[in-house]
């Protein structure tokens, strides 16, 4: 399997290596030269070979460019990353999940491989594995093997309950991920099992984190702060900082993608921040987002007007950019607004926010009164 992975990268080339987050660009030449001697018998290039000492502590005098390096080719499309649910099933039932409904459904095997195939193709480098779990796909490990070797940097959303499995830590061992980023629910198994609605939900939890700190995996832990652990904050916070791991504090839930807005009754008010300005991003322009039936949109939030991949293939993200420029506009409840150029969410989320009549303190300034009061 690859060392390195060597690839065009929006305006430019990168080289990166699995299980690594450092990267080194390139220059056009290097790349070039590289994509020459990828399928020969030529030994990498000795500035290579000096690059990935000093970037990885990586030795690769003597290797041969075929075996050593993976070359990825020049796209038309030039994304630069995208996420995908692979399945929305999810063996927890937590009050706050955006999702709403989570069957256990998807595409099959065959389709699977044809929607990475068209991420390969359009350009993505990095890939978010998501859910629901996504362990639970049947597909999982095929799936994480087959992107691993079309040279995909992945990253796995996962709630850890099942990261203690051997055929996971095997595949993690083999195929080193990007990085697993973990949520975490509560410091206690109270707690724990009443926000993810399971009792036994921390004890899997705490052996997944068990196996997967042994096994050395690059974790990031995502703590979600409702009122049925607010009160624990500073004990999941300590206890990460315990484990010698990143973490970031997350406390304003937003209601279901289709609209729904259960998850704002979880939310815990003592803990809600103030979003900072929404300055733009490049949904649909650099990145998208696929569901588990390979409908396609500019993100997880802006799921109107989606492109059926299987359908059109891989031509249909070509709409992408004119999607996310009307998807953008200031629009229905926000249209005319005096506030919108120092807005704190962007369109998309607004409107589902509107569509769950949630109250303006949680996505409005308009509603910044209203929350001085409450």
């Not at 030269?33 to 690769?60: C, F, I, K, M, Y």
């Not at 692979?86 to 063996?91: D, E, F, R, S």
């Not at 036994?200 to 096994?215: E, H, I, L, P, S």
Request: net charge neutral; proline share 5%; hydrophobic share 40%.
């Amino acid at each position: 399997m690859h060392d390195l992975v060597v690839s065009p990268f929006l305006d430019g080339y990168l080289t990166v290596r699995p299980g690594s987050t450092t990267c080194v660009r390139l220059p056009a030449k290097h790349y070039e030269e590289v994509r020459q001697s990828a399928n020969t018998s030529s030994l990498v290039p000795h500035w290579l070979v000096g690059l990935a000492q000093q970037a990885w502590a990586l030795d690769l005098r003597g290797q041969r460019s075929e075996t050593a390096l993976l070359v990825r080719e020049r796209t038309e499309l030039g994304f630069a990353r995208a996420s995908w649910e692979i399945n929305l099933y999810c063996n927890f039932g937590c009050k706050h999940c955006y999702l709403g409904e989570r069957p256990l459904a998807g595409l099959s095997w065959e389709q699977k491989v044809k929607l990475i195939d068209i991420f390969r193709d359009s350009g993505v480098l990095w890939l978010q594995i998501t859910g629901g779990e996504p362990t639970v796909d049947p597909h999982f490990e095929g799936a994480y093997r087959y992107a691993y070797r079309q040279g995909m940097m992945l990253t796995v959303s996962t709630n850890a309950s099942r990261l203690w499995k051997p055929e996971i830590l095997r595949l993690f061992r083999d195929l080193p991920p990007y990085r697993v980023v973990v949520s975490m629910y509560g410091a206690s198994e109270a707690a724990f099992d009443e926000l993810t609605q399971r009792r036994g939900a921390w004890k899997a939890f705490q052996r997944g984190m068990a196996a997967a700190r042994n096994a050395s995996l690059p974790l990031r832990v995502s703590i979600v702060v409702t009122e049925d652990n607010a009160h624990e904050v500073d004990a999941m916070k300590a206890l990460v900082e315990d484990w010698g791991l990143d973490h970031h504090v997350y406390t304003n839930m937003q209601p279901t993608f289709s609209g729904a807005g259960d998850p704002l009754l979880v939310q815990s008010t003592e803990f809600l921040r103030k979003r900072p300005v929404f300055q733009g991003c490049n949904a649909g322009v650099t990145f998208y987002h696929a569901d588990p039936h390979a409908m396609v949109s500019i993100c997880k939030i802006g799921r109107d007007d989606q492109i059926d991949l299987m359908a059109e293939g891989i031509h249909g993200l070509r709409r992408l950019g004119e999607i996310s420029d009307r998807l953008m506009l200031r629009t229905g409840g926000c249209s005319g607004c005096s506030l919108s150029g120092s807005c704190r969410v962007c369109r998309p989320l607004a409107k589902v926010y509107q569509e769950a009549k949630a109250p303006l303190r949680t996505y409005c300034q308009h509603g910044d009164k209203e929350m001085v009061h409450s």
